[in-house]
């Protein structure tokens, strides 16, 4: 899934993914995911890859719902859960889901969920959740996640370059990839739309390829030390090519599921000889817009 077809057309990518049906009292909206789960009982960890539909009542109370299919436990043993009788808040950035004294939530605790995102500007939502399921825990984020960003770049000196909320820049797409998802191999790619981290730096959109990941105690993790990032180019934005004048070095990132994840990189761009400046790039990757516009160069 390529960033631009899912950011500049999330309208039609919300209405792919939405189901409705109208009741005489009540209004009903199904959201489908590909999640990825982990689980981990302290000891022995598991990644997959599954999928999840929450179900929203809007109108009705306690009559929302979670499904999560083919979660593969520490045993190998694919398990479903189910949850019934949910109850709608308003959360940051958000919606949560309650227990209600009706809810049903067999072989289930500790439950927690919520739907992140889902602005105007990006309608895409992004499905989390934690419960316990006997001895074990269960963490799921989507296999594609979206985020705004505040940007902050400084010179090697740390000296500010650059601050930046603009959604028009440097909004991110996380990625996990299937291949060796169970493995220490298991890798993740970071989309760029409007990357924007330099004077005079045309607002490209870029992808970092194959970026080590893991969680650890509900935090997810990443990091390389360098990569050379790929420009998204064509037609339709799907064809990457590399472009190795603007070398990625000492990328890392790390957020609580669910929460804000904060991503550092260094860039040391090679447009014209003798060019040999750093940039050094912090990004808090956010569920929600703060401002449509508004950057400051130093």
């Not at 309650?98 to 995102?117: C, F, Q, R, V, Y």
Request: charged residues 20%; negative net charge.
């Amino acid at each position: 899934m390529m960033i631009n077809k899912t950011i500049l057309a999330a309208a039609l990518v919300a209405v792919a993914l939405t189901s409705c049906e109208t009741k005489e009292n009540s209004h009903r909206e199904t959201q489908p995911f590909e999640m990825l789960n982990y689980v981990t009982n302290g000891t022995d960890e598991t990644y997959s890859i599954g999928k999840s539909a929450i179900t929203i009542e809007y109108i009705g109370t306690s009559a929302s719902g979670l499904s999560i299919r083919d979660v593969v436990m520490n045993g190998g043993e694919k398990k479903n859960f189910d949850v019934t009788g949910l109850t709608n808040k308003n959360v940051t950035n958000g919606i949560g889901f309650t227990e209600s004294a009706s809810s049903a939530a067999p072989g289930m605790t500790d439950l927690s969920i919520n739907l992140l995102g889902g602005t105007s500007f990006i309608s895409t939502w992004n499905l989390f959740y934690n419960f316990t399921a006997g001895t074990e825990k269960v963490c799921g984020m989507p296999k594609v996640s979206f985020y705004f960003s505040k940007t902050n770049v400084t010179d090697p000196a740390g000296a500010p370059v650059m601050t930046t909320e603009d959604g028009s820049k440097n909004r991110y797409q996380i990625t996990v990839n299937d291949k060796d998802i169970n493995t220490a191999s298991r890798t993740l790619n970071i989309y760029v739309r409007g990357a924007s981290f330099m004077q005079g730096m045309p607002a490209m959109n870029m992808v970092f390829k194959d970026v080590p990941f893991e969680i650890e105690d509900g935090v997810l993790k990443f990091a390389i030390d360098r990569l050379v990032p790929s420009v998204l180019a064509g037609e339709n934005g799907t064809t990457e090519v590399p472009n190795d004048k603007f070398p990625i070095t000492d990328l890392e990132g790390v957020g609580r599921i669910g929460d804000e994840v904060t991503l550092k990189y260094s860039c040391t761009p090679t447009l014209n000889e003798g060019n040999s400046t750093t940039y050094n790039v912090e990004s808090t990757l956010k569920f929600r817009l703060q401002k449509q516009s508004g950057s400051t160069q130093q």
